[in-house]
């Protein structure tokens, strides 16, 4: 299972683009990559996943290395609402201690 | 949408009192966990469910801790004794069974339980 790391922070100016790393440097050739979100203490949130192709959807923009060792979580233009911690994970489904993003005016 | 749904949102308990806590899962999964959220700590693990029976979980589900889908609708945890440092979110989360495919789970908006 793979094990991610996150750094613990970071800012991003409203409707600007957040743009959140996340390494995963063991991750085996099937695992999956997801990415939640928790806001203040609810329910952690599902945003997107991803094996080896980019993918987006409604929420963000997934970027995965060709290597798969790391992945950017992208949100094109974000809100004051994005403020979170976000989480990366592998299929173990087992929560770091996430990046905790702060949109700012 | 569904969407995972516990009840309740908050309980309070004296130490020592049983407690249980409630889930709907989404209806078409099969696969159904319990997490905790002690203040200020990141989301852990605590169990995972299928089939009617417990598929994994951590060195915090001791014995002190049950599940149980009583019927087909619902998911609950028990905690037969509770301590102090029982008190956490508790986040109840399912996903479809899909072989070899994604595996995203939904949570549940949790249940807030406080032990005194």
């Known amino acids: 299972d793979a094990k991610t790391t996150q750094p613990p922070s970071m800012d991003c100016a409203e409707g600007r683009a957040a743009n959140l790393p996340c390494n995963h440097s063991?991750?085996?050739?099937?695992?999956?990559v997801y990415w939640y979100r928790q806001i203040h203490s609810q329910g952690p949130q599902y945003i997107i996943h991803g094996l080896k192709n980019n993918e987006t959807n409604e929420m963000a923009s997934l970027i995965i290395t060709e290597d798969r060792k790391s992945s950017t979580l992208i949100l094109p233009h974000a809100t004051l609402r994005d403020t979170a911690v976000y989480y990366c994970i592998g299929t173990d489904m087992r929560f770091g201690a996430g990046t905790r993003l702060t949109v700012k005016p | 949408e569904p969407e995972v749904t516990q009840t309740p949102s908050h309980q309070v308990t004296q130490m020592g009192q049983e407690v249980i806590l409630r889930c709907v899962p989404i209806?078409?999964?099969?696969?159904f966990y319990w997490y905790r959220q002690i203040l200020g700590q990141k989301v852990e693990f605590l169990v995972s469910f299928y089939n009617n029976e417990i598929s994994e979980k951590s060195e915090i589900f001791d014995d002190q801790f049950s599940v149980e889908r009583p019927d087909g609708s619902n998911f609950t945890l028990k905690i037969r004794s509770t301590k102090l440092e029982d008190s956490a979110m508790y986040f109840c989360a399912s996903r479809e069974f899909l072989a070899g495919g994604p595996n995203e789970q939904f949570f549940g908006p949790g249940t807030r339980l406080t032990v005194l």
């Open positions: 209806s078409n999964h099969l696969y």
């Open positions: 063991t991750i085996s050739g099937n695992e999956y």
